[in-house]
Every structure is written in structure tokens, then in C-alpha cells.
């Protein structure tokens, strides 16, 4: 059992992911201007440059986690695990109202093993994603966009609505952005049945982001010259002083063979 009150491992994966299909990440909102796009996607207001906000690629992974792993997540926002254990959990925290290391302890072992990683309303999450912003090369951001034209859907029909044409702005495949994501005090167990699982998926090139997914928008993939760092307390001070220049990446394979 692994929580935050002291440092045991850190595990960071730094890549580049691209888009294989064209990507739409919805700012929200719609344009009454008839020179703009109505749906743009979200970007940047100090650069105005698209990127792909780690929240939502963080969420895209727990949807894959429970798509493997059925029958032990929970609806998170309506019916998580720790609303099912709430009377044990009410218990808990009357029992250790003063010793609050030891109700954290027993909050972590009472919620699911994807609440544990991904966090809950009881628990801190275990995963960090930056903001994905798109790479430079040689002065030059690397991406590009471009517009789709939309048909809204009569919903009692099934066909196309009337007079309901919209367009959307998109990321172009090819696009490259920067991914660092962080897990934090993982235990082995974890490290298996999630981290090398979700570097995987995004190896894979199956994973989907954003909107109209249904439309054949949205895989991604992670390019295969990524990194994994493993952080402990034999290097933690190194890596505090220095970055990760001073640590030692280590080859995907050689990695997943230590869990096997």
C-alpha cells in the first residue's frame, strides 16, 4: 500500500504522440461569427495554438482501463466504489477521526483498484498528464488545421435534420505533440495491470480522443522512440538537482520483463 506521505518511486514516460486521423477537441461554445468556424477546437489564449489537454487524454485511458478491467471500475461521478462502502468509510473516519494517516489507510484499501490509480473523491490520483502542446522543429510548430463541414441528426429519425449544417475546425493528421505523464508511488502490481497496459494502448495507434470518434476522427499514437524513467530514493536526488539528465532511460522491453 502505497499513498503520498513518502516518497517510494516515480515512473515518467516522455514521447511524442501524433495523430493518425484528424483530431477535434471542442472548446465549447459556438461561433455567431459567419467568417469563423462554428465549433473550434481548444487552444492556447495566450498563443492561440491548439493542444490537447492532458485531462482529457487522462480520461480517454481510464475509459480503456474499465473497458479491460469490467468488473472492477465504478462510475466515478454517479455510483463510484466509495459511495457503495460509504456506511464503512463513515465508520472509518469516526474510528481514526484522530490519527489520519491510518483512515487514509484504510479509505485506499476499502475503493477499487482504478480509483486507487486514478483517484476518486476519497483519494488523490496516482496519474499526472501535462497539457499535450505541439512540438517545434526547425522554427516551425508542427501541425496543421483544417475544417469539416457537420450534419446535425434528427434524433427520432435518424437522418439528417433540416436546415442544421454546421462546420468544425480540426488538428490534420501528422500533427506531433509532446507527452509527459507521470505516476506517482505505483506499486508492482499496478505497474502491470495499468501503466505498461496504458503504454501499450498508445503504442497501438487504437486509441481515440475528442469528438465524433464515431466518424473516424480521433486515434492517436505514441511514436516509438519514447522514454521511461524509473525515479527511487537511490536517484531521487540526482533527478532533483538535475532533471532527468542524469537519469538513465530504460529500454521498453527490459522494463515490462521486471513485471512479468
Known sequence: MLLFDKFENRYIVRGII??????????GGSSFNPLEVDNRIVRYTST?????????????LRSFIEQVY???HCWVTINPCSKKK?????KKRETY???PKEYAKEVYSLICDICKVFGSQET????????????????????????????????????????IKYDFEVIEPGAQFDLYMVFENLENEYVKSFLIPIVEVLKSG?????????????????LEDFKIYKITKDNIKDYLEEGLNEIEPLPWADFKKQFE
Open 18 to 27: 501524433t495523430n493518425l486521423n484528424p483530431v477535434h477537441i471542442g472548446a
Open 48 to 60: 492561440n495554438e491548439p493542444y490537447i489537454p492532458g485531462s482529457s487524454l487522462k480520461g480517454v
Open 70 to 72: 469490467p468488473k472492477e
Open 86 to 90: 460509504e456506511k464503512e468509510i463513515e
Open 97 to 99: 477521526s484522530k490519527n
Open 124 to 163: 488523490a490520483s496516482k496519474i499526472y498528464i501535462s497539457d499535450l502542446k505541439v512540438r517545434e522543429e526547425n522554427g516551425k510548430k508542427l501541425y496543421k488545421l483544417g475544417v469539416r463541414d457537420g450534419v446535425g441528426i434528427d434524433r427520432d429519425t435518424g437522418t439528417a435534420a433540416y436546415r
Open 206 to 222: 487504437e486509441l481515440k480522443i475528442g469528438g465524433k470518434t464515431s466518424r473516424g476522427l480521433g486515434r492517436i499514437k505514441l
